[in-house]
């Protein structure tokens, strides 16, 4: 039997498995942090930020976040709601420019139970797709192979923000 390490799933086993005893949020920190390429943010702006899955589902896996700790969409303000959407259309510009995909997914998860892995702060998943991404690994080996470390994909898609 042939064996493909991923070891950085480690890491995502772990945060989950801590998730409950941290008080910190990950999109409220990481932009507090002010370091951007260690926290893979890629833009800023007014009222959001963009930055890359550090657990990505396919290589460019971008989220959308609101600066402002908030997880009810009906809470949300309509500049907030503008800024992230204009954010949004950035990142799909950037990837497209940048990575060329064939088509994307968009798509926020409203709580726990639909998904949301961090259900008390909104944010937009911008996934690249490309023909024939999806094989038998994700299914069969419960791997995802990814082509290209966050690190360079950051230093790729920044400059397109």
Not at 88 to 103: D, T
Request: aromatic content about 8%; glycine content about 8%.
């Amino acid at each position: 039997m042939d064996y493909l390490w991923s070891p950085w799933r480690m890491e995502y086993i772990e945060s989950a498995k801590d998730e409950a005893s941290t008080d910190g949020c990950i999109f409220c920190d990481l932009p507090a942090a002010g370091d951007d390429e260690k926290s893979l943010i890629l833009a800023r702006s007014g009222l959001s930020f963009a930055l890359l899955n550090r657990f990505p589902y396919n290589p460019g896996h971008v989220l959308i976040a609101p600066l402002r700790h908030i997880g009810d969409i009906a809470s949300i303000t309509d500049d907030e709601a503008l800024d992230m959407h204009r954010l949004l259309q950035g990142a799909r510009r950037a990837l497209e420019e940048e990575m060329a995909p064939h088509g994307f997914n968009v798509g926020m998860n409203l709580g726990r139970t639909a998904g949301a892995g961090i259900p008390d702060h909104l944010h937009w998943h911008v996934v690249p797709r490309w023909n024939g991404d999806s094989n038998f690994m994700p299914v069969i080996g419960q791997t995802k192979v990814l082509p290209e470390l966050l690190a360079e994909t950051w230093t790729r898609l920044t400059p397109r923000f």
